[in-house]
Nanobody
Framework: QVQLVESGGGLVQAGGSLRLSCAAS????????MGWYRQTPGKPRELVAT???????NYADSVKGRFTISRDNAKNTVYLQMNSLKADDIAVYYC??????????????WGQGTQVTVSS
């Protein structure tokens, strides 16, 4: 069984920075795309950023120029550097990954979520 464990969320002042980490553990043959999504109460989960195993990235328009996604394939870990945080960024942030355990089927795995709060 593969697990994704997120860390790095918390409370930060507007304009400040946070760095989220998400590490995959378990039996892993390969990880394709990894990404970060976020959700606020009453709203659907929305994409923040994704990154392929080759390093190609994709960002939501709302975070372009402020957030940077990166990954360490050797550590099966994805990061989200968040700068210039504002109230609109308040949400629970979820990590996800497309994982193959034995070189066969791919599974879309979600982390448990980490809260990001921005104070004015």
């Amino acid at each position: 069984q593969v697990q994704l464990v997120e860390s790095g969320g918390g409370l930060v002042q507007a304009g400040g920075s946070l760095r989220l980490s998400c590490a995959a553990s378990g039996i892993i043959f390969s990880i394709n795309e990894m990404g970060w999504y976020r959700q606020t109460p009453g709203k659907p989960r929305e994409l923040v950023a994704t990154i392929t195993s080759g390093g190609s990235t994709n960002y939501a328009d709302s975070v372009k120029g402020r957030f940077t996604i990166s990954r360490d394939n050797a550590k099966n870990t994805v990061y989200l550097q968040m700068n210039s945080l504002k109230a609109d960024d308040i949400a629970v942030y979820y990590c996800n990954a497309d994982v193959s355990q034995y070189g066969g089927s791919w599974y879309h795995i979600w982390g448990q979520g980490t809260q990001v709060t921005v104070s004015s």
